[in-house]
């Protein structure tokens, strides 16, 4: 019966170690992911969401304005003819 209950505390011991591996491990898998995420995006120069917003709104003030001058072209050639 001694043995068996010693028997039982090293393998309970050893169940608690690896599940304390288990869980750092995982969240060193986790930060590794997200460090090699960051950097990909960083070399690709991917935008964020807002970046990408506000360079959408500039892209429509632009073509506006182009829209705004191809008209007056047009008419500044209509009153020439």
Known sequence: MNNS?????????????SITNYK???SQII?????KRDDFIFKMKITSKE???I??????????????LEKV???K???KL
């Open 5 to 17: 209950s010693k028997l039982f505390e090293k393998f309970g011991k050893l169940l608690e170690e």
């Open 24 to 26: 750092d491990i995982s």
């Open 31 to 35: 930060n590794i992911c997200k460090s």
């Open 51 to 53: 970046e990408t917003e």
């Open 55 to 68: 360079l959408k709104k500039r892209l429509e003030k632009l073509e506006k304005k182009i829209e705004k």
């Open 73 to 75: 072209k047009k008419i």
């Open 77 to 79: 050639k209509a009153r």
